[in-house]
């Protein structure tokens, strides 16, 4: 809890890093909806992470759009 408060900060508002963590927290509490919004924003620097960790924020994502019945989001996510 103490982490996400310091992902959320002012300071982190606009750093994709902060929004990759955060939507892997939203995920894990089940807030579909913060978490598709935090990745739409953290997305762009996924490439700067190591195969392990991309691979686990595209499952957060993956899980994010089924959860939420985005096909269409599923489907983009599937093909990177």
């Known amino acids: 809890a ?3 408060a310091d992902l959320e900060s002012q300071m982190l508002a606009e750093s994709v890093d ?3 963590w955060l939507s892997l927290a939203h995920a894990m509490e089940g807030h579909w909806d913060k978490a598709q919004a935090a ?3 953290g997305e762009e620097g996924i490439g700067s992470y190591p195969s392990r960790l991309r691979a686990r924020f595209r499952m957060g994502a993956l899980r994010t759009a089924l959860e939420r019945g985005d096909v269409a989001y599923f489907q983009l ?4």
């Open 77 to 80: 996510q599937q093909t990177q």
């Open 39 to 41: 990745f739409a924003v």
């Open 2 to 4: 103490l982490a996400r």
């Open 18 to 20: 902060a929004h990759l």
